[in-house]
């Protein structure tokens, strides 16, 4: 699960699809259950998601559908990590136990776990959230970490994931409660993520909930689906998400005078996995650097723009959204200070890798990153590296290597014993 880096500047095309949006939460103020369905390629959803809940004051947490269970941890890690949830559960608990949340915690964490069992026991009464929060308080970390959660979340079954959603949900004011964005895997369960997601928001109609599908899994619903409640939310939540017409697209290209060469990978980076005006901007950038400035998003978060572009379209596909993060850290030492890393999916044992102008001018810099790659090895990383530049000619082959290369590695690597 990952936040979106936002933008403030709404392209005028997707004015009218936020408006619709706005219009869909006016139905969930009424405790209308609401499911936005976002149909078309996942990286221009996500970007219409995001923009419409910036403009709400909200944040966003964006899962891939395998359960309904799987989507509750990873919304609920992604609001531990941007919305302080451990510490809203705790200050909820301390009001009802008439304790300030700093003697609650305190308590908490050094008393006998039969004193934590009668304490809960005693709370369960005065609130239908107790139970649900104290799970949750039992899940999350004791402060929020990058490092992925591998402790189940204790869940009996589907009512009380949703009677999770709802409690996590009654913690926040109505018009900030969190939203979620819903990817769907490659393998087709359409049918069951729509059925699935609309129990949700009929249980818990404040969430705003969207699901993002393709034109072809959309048209196989309409087609397939019998008549149901299900049904009847996709028709009424849908949402057109276009890709620029290629024709417009070339000529707003034509301008920059890009060769054949240059021009046909974009073109078909567009078509197979769609772009925002943002990442079409960046692609044209890093064609031609001399052309335009650095966007505000690559300055303030990323490193290289190469590592924005590259970042927005492994968020957006399935097999890897929410599995790496950018620029971070690993407890090795690397030039008397922790070793820093592209990309990380620190479940997969994964890094990501690359490498600009900078690596390639003097020997020294070559010498470095072997041993950068000899430490991560030994450590029992996999190393990836991929040139800078060939982000935009060479995506989908890049794609293609990181998810061959999490086909072939555990969700759950070992470390290596130290000598």
Request: hydrophobic share 45%; charged share 20%.
């Amino acid at each position: 699960m990952a936040i979106e880096p936002q933008s403030t500047a709404i392209p005028a095309g997707i004015a009218s699809r936020i408006a619709r949006l706005a219009l869909h939460q006016s139905q969930r103020c009424q405790a209308i259950p609401t499911l936005s369905v976002l149909q078309g390629k996942a990286i221009a959803a996500r970007q219409l998601w995001t923009q419409w809940l910036e403009q709400t004051g909200r944040s966003t947490g964006v899962g891939v559908y395998t359960s309904i269970a799987t989507l509750l941890e990873t919304w609920l890690t992604a609001l531990a990590q941007h919305d302080e949830l451990r510490s809203r559960i705790l200050r909820n608990v301390a009001v009802l136990a008439h304790r300030s949340e700093t003697e609650l915690t305190a308590w908490l964490a050094h008393t006998s776990d039969y004193q934590r069992q009668l304490f809960w026991q005693q709370l369960a009464p005065l609130s239908q959230d107790a139970e649900r929060l104290r799970s949750i308080l039992d899940w999350l970390p004791d402060f929020p970490s990058s490092e992925p959660q591998t402790k189940p979340l204790a869940l009996a079954d589907s009512s009380t994931v949703l009677a999770s959603f709802a409690a996590v949900a009654r913690l926040f004011l109505p018009s900030a409660v969190p939203g979620l964005l819903v990817l769907l895997p490659e393998d087709n369960r359409a049918a069951v993520a729509l059925t699935a997601l609309a129990q949700l928001v009929e249980a818990v109609p404040q969430i705003p909930v969207a699901l993002a599908l393709t034109v072809a899994q959309v048209q196989y619903l309409l087609n397939e689906l019998p008549e149901s409640r299900a049904k009847a939310m996709l028709r009424g939540g849908l949402i057109d998400v276009p890709l620029p017409e290629l024709g417009n697209l070339k000529q707003r290209l034509s301008d920059r005078n890009l060769d054949d060469e240059q021009l046909q990978p974009l073109l078909h980076l567009v078509e197979t996995h769609g772009t925002t005006p943002d990442v079409l901007d960046t692609a044209l950038t890093l064609l031609d650097p001399a052309h335009q400035p650095k966007t505000e998003e690559a300055a303030d978060v990323y490193r290289s723009q190469a590592e924005w572009f590259l970042f927005q379209y492994l968020e957006a596909k399935p097999t890897t959204t929410g599995r790496f993060q950018v620029n971070a850290r690993l407890d090795i030492n690397f030039g008397d200070r922790p070793m820093e890393v592209d990309f990380l999916d620190g479940a997969a044992k994964i890094v990501i890798e690359l490498d600009g102008h900078y690596h390639f001018q003097c020997l020294d810099n070559y010498r470095r990153d072997r041993r950068k790659d000899r430490l991560l090895q030994q450590q029992g990383f996999l190393v990836l590296r991929f040139l800078s530049e060939d982000v935009v000619s060479d995506l989908e082959g890049i794609l293609d290597a990181v998810d061959q290369a999490l086909a072939t590695r555990s969700s759950s690597v070992t470390q290596p014993s130290e000598a």
